[in-house]
């Protein structure tokens, strides 16, 4: 298998709504989101699939290495085999990626989040800094198109924190800020023993909100001359967001579920943005 076979498999069998939007690009971009994504789901997979806390973070130093090593020239790994003949092109730099594998360490070291502020950290480094990095191979032109795609990454990550609080906690974590659970007087425990309350909906309805009003923020950001090549982060968006409105019709039963949306909603929700422009 080659390096770009690889890549190409790992994003496909992800099932992530990313691989709808790459469909539409041209082969040099799509060739280069491909195997970033696929770096992504690497170091994103050590944290999830990995029980043991010290080989997790044994295997994430391990990237750290392999990343210093290809820009250095000597990739070792399918995936950043891939990726480094790329990275110039597409202005793809070090620190992003090392980002990237800081943000999934405060996975292991870190299971809640005092404040949003807190959160906000966790963010940026897994959404923001892969939504600069993806706003630069879509071709941006515009400096303000950086702004657009940190907001519109930590939209997408909020939606997947909603998404995913009753999958989370099965593995201990709670990416909900504690000082909100108090807020709305919603305990560790009963999100943890899958337990609904009007007081969680109520919660969930104001992450839901806060979520919203980024998605917003983002696309008020985003300069009208760098839209047409954004346009694959415009239908994360539609999908990521469509995915929100549908978790908020079925009132938040995301404890005992993971809602989602079917491939064919997905791939329908991207072929409306490449052809109308619009979400």
Not at 46 to 70: R, Y
Not at 135 to 145: C, H, V
Not at 172 to 184: A, K, T, V
Request: glycine share 6%; charged share 20%; proline share 5%.
């Amino acid at each position: 298998m080659t390096p770009q076979e690889y890549v190409q498999q790992k994003t496909a069998s992800s099932g992530s709504s990313f691989y709808y939007a790459f469909l539409f690009l041209p082969a040099p971009r799509r060739a280069a989101i491909t195997a970033f994504y696929a770096f992504c789901r690497e170091v994103d997979d050590v944290v999830d699939d990995i029980v043991d806390p010290g080989v997790a973070a044994s295997k994430l130093a391990w990237w750290q290495a392999e990343v210093a090593q290809s820009f250095a020239g000597r990739p070792s790994h399918p995936v950043m085999q891939a990726l480094a003949p790329l990275v110039s092109e597409f202005h793809i730099e070090q620190q992003h990626l090392q980002a990237v594998i800081e943000g999934c360490q405060m996975d292991l070291n870190q299971t809640r989040y005092l404040d949003y502020p807190g959160l906000q950290r966790y963010c940026h480094l897994v959404a923001g800094v892969v939504g600069e990095v993806a706003a630069n191979i879509f071709g941006q032109t515009q400096p303000g198109t950086t702004l657009y795609a940190h907001k519109l990454g930590q939209a997408l990550q909020l939606t997947n924190i909603i998404r995913d609080v009753g999958e989370d906690a099965r593995r201990g974590r709670i990416y909900l800020p504690m000082n909100e659970l108090q807020q709305f007087d919603v305990k560790a425990h009963e999100i943890l023993k899958c337990s609904y309350s009007e007081r969680f909906l109520a919660l969930m309805q104001f992450q839901a909100r806060r979520a919203q009003g980024l998605y917003d923020e983002a696309l008020a950001l985003l300069p009208p001359v760098d839209r047409r090549a954004q346009k694959p982060g415009l239908m994360m968006a539609s999908i990521y967001r469509t995915l929100l409105t549908e978790i908020e019709h079925d009132r938040f039963q995301v404890l005992h579920q993971r809602i989602s949306l079917t491939p064919l909603r997905k791939l329908w929700l991207a072929w409306k943005v490449q052809a109308l422009g619009s979400i």
